[in-house]
Nanobody
């Protein structure tokens, strides 16, 4: 079993940046494709970025977000630049596909 703790969210103005972190417990972290998901109010949870030996992004964040992982530290990151109000959501990390329980997530709010 792997558990996740997300951090790094906050309130930022449009055009700003944030860096999210995902700390994972369990030695299985390095075995799976990993991803960042987000859920905005009233909307379903969506996968925005994933990392295996390469990276893949949703069209809505491509060119603005960068996903990375450090298997030695059991940690994954999401660098978010040029943030937009529509990026406002709770952000979660999990495997791809998501087979583990969800963490509490970290709230990202983009507003002036």
């Amino acid at each position: 079993q792997v558990q996740f703790v997300e951090s790094g969210g906050g309130l930022v103005q449009p055009g700003g940046s944030l860096r999210l972190s995902c700390a994972a417990s369990g030695r299985a972290f390095s075995l799976y494709a990993m991803g960042w998901y987000r859920q905005a109010p009233g909307k379903p949870r969506e996968l925005v970025a994933q990392v295996t030996s390469s990276t893949t992004y949703a069209d809505s964040v491509n060119g603005r977000f960068t996903i990375s992982r450090d298997n030695a530290k059991n940690t994954m990151y999401l660098q978010m630049n040029s943030l937009k109000p529509e990026d406002t959501a709770v952000y979660y990390c999990n495997s791809v596909p998501n087979i583990y329980s969800w963490g509490q997530g970290t709230q990202v709010t983009v507003s002036s």
